[in-house]
């Protein structure tokens, strides 16, 4: 795919690259991308990043092997696009039962509070999922980037963008690898639905970057303003402060009252994030789904 060697932080790179794939393969030069590339690039980014994603990107690439090239578009016009549509990318029908439901109002404040609306060329609702990953993309670049008081919003909303799709994807995918079955279609889209489940799940090494080894720089905390307070709730893992009581809660019942997990918020980022060992990138951003 042509996000490599663009100056994004590999784990941006991941997302945009996932968003890309999810696109109607239009054209000689995206669909042999899809097919030639696509595995390549996954494969590079995983080893970057530590993902467990060595068995889905193969499954992936045996099954890209034994078609041509032009054989994608038919496929995905098959599941995403020829009314009956019998799997459809837009996560606002599995979790509202309809397009531009209460889900979809929300992507698209989440949007318009980080300045991105969709493009023109991208013809479809704002929860198609390839612009949610997109966005996802953008949220993370931003964040590596973000100064301290602002990283617990862009945190905020990189929960709750990426808990809506992980509450989708399996409904998803299971209606993909059917339909591929009945209609006898390369199981492609089903493949790469996997890679991007297994690469949620894998949530302390996407969404939160490593602790820094540099003892000049202060402790991350999804909170800076009120270090100090009397009311600080302590990392279920090794004891640090994460936020106060009153700032979790919250964080925790908006996560609630959309559906979304919050186990997640009793453990500080430098125990989500394990031993990666990352550093914040430096990239212009420019996602094509997005002006």
């Known amino acids: 795919m042509d996000t490599m060697n663009n100056g994004f932080s590999p784990r941006a790179e991941l997302w945009q690259c996932m968003a890309q794939a999810l696109l109607p393969p239009h054209g000689e030069i995206l669909s042999r991308a899809l097919r030639e590339d696509l595995t390549l690039d996954l494969e590079d980014l995983a080893e970057t990043l530590g993902l467990s994603i060595g068995d889905e990107i193969e499954e992936l690439r045996a099954v890209l092997t034994r078609i041509e090239a032009e054989a994608l578009l038919p496929a995905y016009s098959s599941l ?28 698209a404040e989440i949007f318009y509070r980080h300045g991105v609306e969709q493009s023109p060329d991208m013809h479809d609702t704002p929860d198609h999922v390839a612009t949610i990953l997109e966005f996802l993309a953008l949220l993370i670049h931003k964040a590596e980037e973000a100064e301290p008081e602002m990283l617990e919003f862009l945190l905020d909303d990189m929960e709750a963008v990426r808990g809506l799709l992980k509450r989708v994807l399996p409904e998803i995918a299971a209606r993909v690898a059917e339909t591929e079955s009945e209609r006898k279609l390369p199981a492609v889209y089903s493949a790469l639905l996997g890679a991007i489940e297994t690469a949620l799940c894998d949530e302390q090494c996407i969404f939160f970057a490593a602790a820094s080894s540099d003892a000049a720089k202060p402790e991350r905390r999804y909170f800076t303003k009120r270090a100090e307070a009397p009311d600080l709730v302590a990392c279920k893992s090794c004891g640090k402060p994460v936020a106060t009581a009153r700032d979790l809660k919250v964080i925790i019942d908006r996560l609630r009252q959309s559906g979304l997990p919050s ?3 009793e453990l500080c980022p430098d125990c989500r994030d394990g031993t990666r060992g990352w550093a914040a990138g430096k990239a212009e951003f420019n996602l094509p789904g997005f002006r």
Request: avoid cysteine; hydrophobic fraction near 50%.
């Open 263 to 265: 186990d997640h918020l």
């Open 80 to 107: 995403f696009l020829v009314p009956p549509i019998p799997a459809k990318l837009n996560a606002g029908i599995y979790l509202d039962g309809t397009l531009l439901g209460a889900n979809t109002r929300m992507l």
